[in-house]
């Protein structure tokens, strides 16, 4: 009898949908492997993106278990009014829970791609780590709905074109797949087995995120790969390499140029406004939070 493989929705729904999830999920930030350096280094990003804005209200659209509203609050704790949403109800439950002492966040279960929010309610929405998971042209569309005009739309994504990406997703996770099949095969402990799940991740080109961007009517101002390394997996889970990785990274966050292709990830910004751009140039009166500078090209 043939096996069904789940739907893309089903695998992205079974990652998050427990408590101990959201819980490993939170403290992957604290530990010293890739994800936690990946993490890091997103979350100290759009730490210095938001240093821009003076605050207002805030939509953290697929919370996860709340760590960028948990470090705003406790950083900046007037300065935002923080709404939170995803899917996962261990998720939201989690983040209210993480928030609560700092302040406390609105909580909601819902959806990027049908957000229940009526049109220009938030004068910044964040999407970190999510769009990888839902229909990204629609998400952005709704956060675009949802945003005032002059609002900031904070975007972020896997590099696909990456070579991290590229060897970690088509050589070291089949390969660990294959390894946990033998192992199941010579019934090795659960415990004890390699683990690669189907995550459901379907990234794409800071390109083709710039063009939903833009069909949303959204001017993109900002556009930053960050998490560079060198290293390919499965070297940098070697404890002590992993230790001179997140060295690295705390010195260079960011990169541009000939060197952003080593960028696990990307940011992208971008201001609701209905002025467009003129030689190049992001003239909207909403932007003065951002220097007159080129917009930047997307590869």
């Avoid at 900046?76 to 609560?100: G, H, K, W």
């Avoid at 279960?109 to 780590?129: C, H, I, K, N, S």
């Avoid at 070291?172 to 690669?196: C, D, G, K, N, Q």
């Amino acid at each position: 009898m043939s096996v069904t493989r789940p739907s893309r929705k089903d695998r992205v729904v079974a990652q998050y949908d427990s408590t101990l999830a959201a819980d490993e999920y939170a403290h992957a930030y604290d530990r010293e492997r890739p994800e936690g350096r990946f993490f890091r280094a997103r979350l100290r990003l759009v730490q210095d993106i938001l240093a821009r804005c003076p605050g207002g209200d805030l939509l953290d659209a697929g919370c996860g278990p709340g760590m960028i509203a948990h470090t705003l609050l406790q950083s900046r704790p007037r300065d935002f009014r923080i709404t939170v949403l995803d899917q996962s109800p261990a998720m939201v439950e989690y983040c209210a829970a993480n928030t609560r002492p700092v302040g406390g966040v609105r909580p909601t279960v819902g959806r990027l791609e049908a957000l229940p929010y009526a049109d220009g309610t938030f004068d910044v929405t964040l999407a970190m780590g999510v769009l990888e998971y839902v229909d990204a042209r629609r998400a952005i569309g709704e956060l675009c709905r949802v945003t005032r005009p002059g609002g900031l739309v904070v975007v972020t994504m896997l590099n696909p074109l990456s070579p991290y990406r590229v060897v970690e997703w088509f050589f070291y996770w089949p390969l660990l797949r294959i390894i946990e099949a033998v192992e199941r095969v010579f019934a090795i402990p659960v415990e004890r087995r390699h683990r690669a799940c189907f995550t459901g991740i379907h990234a794409f080109p800071s390109g083709t995120l710039r063009r939903f961007m833009t069909e949303a009517r959204l001017q993109p101002v900002d556009l930053v790969y960050y998490d560079i390394t060198m290293l390919l997996p499965p070297l940098d889970r070697i404890p002590w390499i992993a230790r001179k990785a997140e060295q690295a990274s705390r010195k260079r966050v960011t990169a541009a140029g000939r060197h952003r292709w080593l960028g696990t990830g990307y940011l992208l910004a971008a201001r609701r406004s209905q002025v467009r751009l003129q030689h190049g140039y992001d003239i909207s009166r909403s932007s003065r939070n951002y220097a007159r500078r080129p917009a930047q090209t997307a590869p």
